[in-house]
């Protein structure tokens, strides 16, 4: 028997096994490795985005200073957010915003090189800080490897056990017919490690098509993204979850250049 290896790309290799001169070919999915170049923010998979309506169809964004929006009670960042100055948090705070969940870790590879940083800004201008993982899920055991990459960097970051942490999945070349499962995996391991705040992230229609089963992760551990075209106080979406994320392009008046994602906290879990 003879075994030969074939790369066919970034996601799997085809595992070629030779037997009595016949070859026998197995695909064995793998992680890429993910650096700043390759790496994703929250709702930034092209899938995913196909059910925020706002994203495709209005590039004007938002004001923080509008009046008739959702609550704009947090933000998420990741390093392509950039550096961010704690005076500017502040500016933040001046509109309302009380949170923010900061990207830390994506799969078993990547740290986001700006979280310290970004993390002792919000804090000096008195932000709820929150971090999230951009998961790779597939199987048991690399679910739980990307838990333990989480926790090392957490835990290198010094952050209390307090801290909110996000499991971001949206990923359309994880194995879906198992992210619900690895999702709990993942969440039992980041609770043995110390932090007993676990929600889940993803699009509405992750969750209405039970790729997330929300009765498993329960309701209030659920962070539902949806940006409808017209966002408004009156139309508040995903009441009965931990929190909303209703759009991906609020900007603040200071600095109408730099796009945030915001979010309205129903349950308090990323302000208080």
């Not at 929250?42 to 994203?55: A, D, H, K, P």
């Amino acid at each position: 028997m003879r075994t030969m290896i074939k790369w066919v790309g970034v996601i799997c290799f085809t595992l070629l096994v030779y037997v009595g001169g016949t070859a026998q070919a197995t695909s064995i999915p793998i992680k890429p490795m993910i650096t700043e170049k390759n790496q994703h923010e929250l709702g930034s998979s092209s899938q995913f985005s196909e059910s925020l309506t706002r994203s495709l169809t209005d590039d004007s964004g938002i004001s923080a200073a509008e009046s008739g929006r959702p609550a704009k009670d947090f933000i998420d960042i990741s390093s392509n957010n950039g550096k961010i100055s704690s005076e500017e948090f502040q500016t933040m705070k001046n509109y309302g915003i009380k949170g923010v969940v900061v990207k830390l870790t994506e799969g078993d590879s990547y740290k986001n090189p700006l979280a310290p940083e970004q993390i002792a800004s919000a804090v000096a201008a008195g932000l709820k800080v929150s971090v999230y993982h951009y998961a790779w899920f597939n199987e048991e055991a690399d679910t739980k490897g990307e838990a333990q990459f989480l926790l090392d960097y957490m835990k290198e970051l010094n952050l209390p056990s307090s801290t909110v942490v996000v499991n971001d999945s949206e990923n359309p070349k994880m194995n879906l017919d198992k992210v619900t499962d690895n999702a709990l995996i993942f969440q039992k391991e980041i609770q043995q490690g110390g932090y007993q705040n676990v929600i889940h992230y993803s699009s509405a229609s992750w969750f209405t098509e039970n790729k997330l089963d929300m009765t498993r992760l329960g309701k209030e551990n659920c962070w539902v993204a949806q940006w409808p075209y017209d966002p408004s106080d009156k139309n508040p979406l995903h009441t009965d979850t931990a929190a909303w994320q209703w759009a991906s392009d609020l900007y603040f008046p200071e600095f109408p250049a730099r796009h945030f994602d915001v979010s309205t906290d129903y349950l308090k879990k990323f302000t208080s």
